[in-house]
C-alpha cells in the first residue's frame, strides 16, 4: 500500500504565494497521484481527501496504524518558502536512500529542479528524525517531497501549470520501486479545474456526458477540483466547430486529412462557423460474419487489426456469431 499525506488542510493554508495555496497544492496533486496509482493497480490510502483538519501527531498516528505488518510506503506532500528553489526530499533515517533517489532521477528527467536530497536529525536528540511526522510513523518508509518554493516566481508558475510532471515523476517512482509496469496516456485523463462541469468537459472532447459518467463510473454531477476523470474514445460520427477551430486542427485531432474531412462535408472552401456540424467519420464498411470466420481471418481479408474491430465495435469478446455484422475500420 501507499499511503498518501495531503499536508495542512483546513484551518492550515499552509504556506500562499503567487496564486498558490498550499492545502489546495498538497490536496490535488495527493488525489491525482491516488487515482493514477490505482489505475496501475496499486493500493493507496489519503490521509485525508476533502479540506480538513488534520494535526501532525493525527496524521503520523493513521499512518502507523493503517500499516499493520504490511509493506508500506508513506508519502507526504508538501511546498516550501524561503530563498532558494527547486524539489526538496526528505527521507527516514531509518531508510535507505533507493526510493528518494529513483524520485530524484525522475523529477530530473523530466527537467525539474532537485534542490536537494537529504535526511536530518532532531538537534535535541541525534538518534530521531528532525520531522515529527518521520518521528511517528514507526517503521513505515515516509518520504516527504517538497514540489517547490511558493514564493519563487519559476517554482510557482511550474507548479500551476505543470504540476502532472511532478505527479507522474513521483508515481512512475513508485511503480518502478515495486516492480509494477508504469504507462501514461495524457489524451486519456482530465484534472478537473475551477469553474468545469461534466457538460463543459464532455463538450471539450466532443463526448456526451452519458459516456463520461459512465467511463468514470460517476453517481452524481458533482465535481471537486483536482478530480482525475478518464476521458472515454470518441465514438461520435460528428464534431460541432468551436470557436478557434480550423480544418487543419480538426483533422489532427481526428487523425483524418483536410481533403478527407472537406469530402465528407461537402465543403468548397476551408471558412468554418462556429456551432457547424461536421462529419468526422467516413460511411463504415461492414461485413456480415460468415460461417468459419473468426476476428484474425476478417482482419486479414481486409487488411486491419484484431484490436481495432474490436474497438470500432465496442466487443467485449472475441467470439463471433453467423449472421452478425461488423464495422470495418
Request: no cysteine; net charge neutral; hydrophobic share 35%.
Amino acid at each position: 500500500m501507499i499511503i498518501i499525506d495531503a499536508f495542512r488542510g483546513g484551518d492550515d493554508l499552509g504556506y500562499t504565494s503567487n496564486g498558490i495555496i498550499e492545502k489546495d497544492f498538497n490536496l490535488m496533486i495527493s488525489k491525482y497521484i491516488s487515482d493514477r496509482l490505482n489505475s496501475l493497480g496499486i493500493e493507496t490510502f489519503l490521509t485525508r481527501d476533502s479540506d480538513t483538519n488534520l494535526n501532525i501527531n493525527q496524521r503520523g498516528d493513521l499512518i502507523k496504524d493503517l500499516s499493520g505488518n504490511r509493506n508500506v510506503i508513506a508519502l507526504s506532500n508538501r511546498l516550501n518558502f524561503g530563498d532558494e528553489n527547486g524539489i526538496e526530499i526528505v527521507y527516514s533515517l531509518k531508510n535507505s536512500n533507493s526510493l528518494p533517489n529513483k524520485i530524484e532521477n525522475s523529477f530530473k528527467e523530466k527537467g525539474l529542479t532537485v534542490n536537494k536530497v537529504y535526511q536530518r536529525r532532531d538537534e535535541n536528540d541525534t538518534s530521531l528524525d528532525y520531522d515529527e511526522l518521520l518521528k511517528r510513523t514507526g517503521n513505515v518508509e515516509t518520504i516527504i517531497v517538497n514540489y517547490g518554493y511558493v514564493n519563487d516566481v519559476n517554482d510557482a508558475n511550474l507548479l500551476k501549470n505543470d504540476y502532472i510532471k511532478y505527479a507522474e515523476s513521483i508515481i512512475k517512482s513508485l511503480a518502478t520501486q515495486l516492480g509494477v509496469p508504469y504507462t501514461f496516456e495524457s489524451n486519456d485523463i482530465y484534472i478537473v479545474k475551477k469553474g468545469d462541469s461534466l457538460y463543459s468537459i464532455a463538450k471539450k472532447y466532443n463526448i456526451t456526458v452519458d459516456n463520461l459518467m459512465k467511463e468514470n463510473n460517476l453517481k452524481s454531477t458533482l465535481l471537486n477540483i483536482g478530480d482525475v476523470l478518464k476521458i472515454p474514445s470518441n465514438n461520435l460520427d460528428t464534431y460541432i466547430v468551436q470557436k478557434g477551430d480550423t480544418l487543419y486542427s480538426i483533422s489532427r485531432k481526428f487523425n483524418i486529412s483536410v481533403n478527407e474531412l472537406k469530402s465528407l462535408n461537402n465543403l468548397s472552401s476551408n471558412l468554418l462557423s462556429i456551432g457547424q456540424v461536421l462529419n468526422i467519420k467516413p460511411n463504415k464498411k461492414t461485413y456480415i460474419v460468415q460461417k468459419g470466420d473468426s476476428l484474425y481471418s476478417i482482419s486479414k481479408k481486409f487488411n486491419t487489426t484484431v484490436n481495432d474491430i474490436i474497438k470500432e465495435n465496442n466487443l467485449k469478446t472475441t467470439l463471433l456469431s453467423i449472421g452478425q455484422k461488423l464495422f470495418i475500420p
